[in-house]
Structure formats: structure tokens, C-alpha cells
């Protein structure tokens, strides 16, 4: 027995010791490598992928608004007011009760202000004006801004939707031929809203803008009336089509009511005609309504004049 186990021990040593393989650091460096050229190659086509389903979202962003705004005109056959100052109100509330708010509509009181109680509790986001919902924001920009600058203590929502004001200034510098839906009826009068009916838009509902985007400050502290869409005052609530979409031109505030961002694409100024240009966080471009409910994406190289044509209801434009 015991030679047995001698002869086989001696058999198992004398086999070959089996090895096993492993990548060598080359070969794991190749492959890391490999993998990081995948990833560069990949990564702008998923980024591309998700911007165009945000782009899709504020389209059917702009898809309620529009809705809303023919709702309100089979009630009261005119579309909503932009802005007035006598109270001071805006458009959001007054389409509420079309885009599924109607406790928001209920618990507003269109006899006082805007920044008055209960449309607004001060120092506290806990009123109507304070409640952000889902179709103020375009998915692109900064959801949920809000206005909490100090200095104001009408805390209130903030948002991405404008409505069209026309070639045009706030004051305009001269009356113009043609116009836009939404302003003032003499241009300059805060208690003068214009209020129009489809009927108005002679130039046609399809190649006329009712709503654009607007880009809201990078923070909730800054002093700035872009994306102010529930406050009245001037510049807050609307886009003008002196400028192309998108502009490198700074819009022009009220002074005190904007911050200079050209890093992230907001210029601004200052001075006694208020403008401002449609803005977005899209690559290349704004969503926009037109007043038969259609939206469509429009690219920062359209043309100026057509630009200023689409944002005209009466000007008889041929585009």
C-alpha cells in the first residue's frame, strides 16, 4: 500500500501545473479605451434623444395652453387679456379653469391684485399665484422657478410661457399699422387691454402667434422680470418681435428688473421702451402656438421679416 501511494503521488507530480489566463494591463487599457470611444460616440446622440422628448413636452405644453385659449374664446368669444394694471392681472388665471385649475380659478379674486391677499400671501408660496404647476415650465429649463428676490415679498411662481406683443415696445415709439393680438389698445396704457376675437386676425390664425417661450433666470433671487408670466408689469408677460428668436441682442427692462447673463444667453439692459426677444433653452430654436391651436418649432435663422409677419394679426403680410 504504502509503494502504491508512493507511484501515485509520483504520477501526479510529474503532470504538467495547469495555468489560468488573464488579461494582461495592455489588454485592459485596449479595452477601457474601447469603451470610452463607445461612450464619447454615444453620449450626444442619448443627450439628442432626451432633448427632443423635452422639446416634445413643452410642445404639448404650448398644445394646453392653446386649448385653453379657444375655450376661453367659446365663453366670452374674444381671447384673454395679456396684462392690465386696473386690477393688476394676467392671462394665467383667467385660462385656469381651461387647463384643468379650476380650484386655482376659484380661490382668486379678480377684483384685487395680483400681489394681493389671498392671490397672493407674502413672504410664502402657499397661495394661487405661489402654486407651480406642470405646464408653466418647458422640461428645458429650469422647472419650478420662482420669484423670491429680495425686496419683493410677493413670492410667486415664475414660468416659461409669453404671449405675443408684436413688433413693438413698451411704451411703443410710434403707433404702429399692425399689430398683434394681445398689448395695450393705445399701446402704452397698462389699463387698456386689448382683448381680440379670432375673428380679428385677418392675416390668419394659422400664421399668427399667440404664445412663445420665455427662459427664467439661472436662480429664484434674481431681480428679473423674464419668466415673470403671472405679474402684470411691464416686460413681464409677453415677447416682442423686434428680435429674432433667441437674440444676441439684450433685451431692454425696467432698471433694477434685470440681471446682464450673456453666459447663459440672457443679455438685458436697461431703458424706457421695454423689449424683449422669445427665448429657450432648444438648441437652435423656440416652440411656438399659433391662434388656430397649432405649434410649431421655429428656428433662430428664420428670417426677420417673417418673423415680425407672424407676430402681426392684421398686417397682410405674404409669408
Known amino acids: ?37 463607445l461612450v464619447a460616440l454615444l453620449l ?6 432626451r432633448e427632443a422628448a423635452r422639446r416634445t413636452q413643452c410642445l404639448n405644453h404650448l398644445r394646453q395652453w392653446g386649448l385653453g385659449m379657444h375655450l376661453h374664446v367659446d365663453t366670452f368669444e374674444k381671447l384673454p387679456y395679456a396684462a392690465k394694471s386696473n386690477p393688476r392681472t ?37 397661495s394661487p399665484v405661489g402654486k407651480r404647476i ?46 398683434s393680438p394681445f398689448g395695450y389698445t393705445d ?6 387691454p386689448r382683448q381680440s376675437k379670432l375673428a380679428e386676425i385677418t392675416d390668419g390664425t394659422s400664421s399668427t402667434m399667440l404664445m412663445s417661450e420665455m427662459r427664467a433666470p439661472i436662480v429664484n433671487t434674481h431681480m428679473d422680470h423674464r419668466g415673470d408670466m403671472l405679474n402684470d408689469d411691464e416686460a413681464c408677460t409677453y415677447f416682442m418681435t423686434n428680435d429674432p428668436p433667441n437674440s444676441r441682442t439684450p433685451d431692454t427692462m425696467a432698471p433694477n428688473y ?52 407672424m407676430g402681426t394679426m392684421n398686417g397682410a403680410e405674404v409669408d
Open 90 to 126: 394676467v392671462w394665467v388665471p383667467q385660462l385656469w379653469p381651461y387647463v384643468e385649475q379650476k380650484a386655482l380659478f376659484d380661490s382668486y379674486r379678480f377684483d384685487l391684485n395680483f400681489s394681493d391677499v389671498p392671490n397672493t400671501i407674502q413672504n410664502s408660496l402657499d
Open 187 to 192: 399701446f402704452a396704457s397698462r389699463d387698456k
Open 44 to 49: 450626444p446622440a442619448v443627450q439628442s434623444a
Open 134 to 179: 406642470n405646464i408653466y415650465y418647458c422640461p428645458s429649463d429650469r422647472v419650478n422657478a420662482m420669484q423670491l428676490a429680495p425686496g419683493d415679498p410677493s413670492f410667486r411662481a415664475k414660468g416659461n410661457y409669453n404671449l405675443n406683443w408684436g413688433d413693438v415696445t413698451q411704451p411703443a415709439l410710434t403707433t404702429p399699422v399692425a399689430f
Open 1 to 37: 500500500m504504502i509503494r502504491q501511494s508512493s507511484s501515485l503521488f509520483r504520477v501526479r507530480a510529474c503532470r504538467p501545473q495547469q495555468t489560468q489566463s488573464a488579461f494582461t494591463l495592455v489588454e485592459l487599457l485596449v479595452v477601457i479605451a474601447i469603451i470610452g470611444v
Open 258 to 309: 434685470c440681471v446682464d447673463d450673456t453666459q447663459h444667453k440672457l443679455p438685458c439692459t436697461t431703458g424706457a421702451n421695454r423689449s424683449k426677444a422669445a427665448r429657450s433653452q432648444h438648441p437652435g430654436g423656440v416652440n411656438v402656438m399659433f391662434a388656430d391651436g397649432s405649434q410649431r418649432f421655429i428656428t433662430d435663422n428664420i428670417s426677420l421679416t417673417s418673423w415680425r409677419a
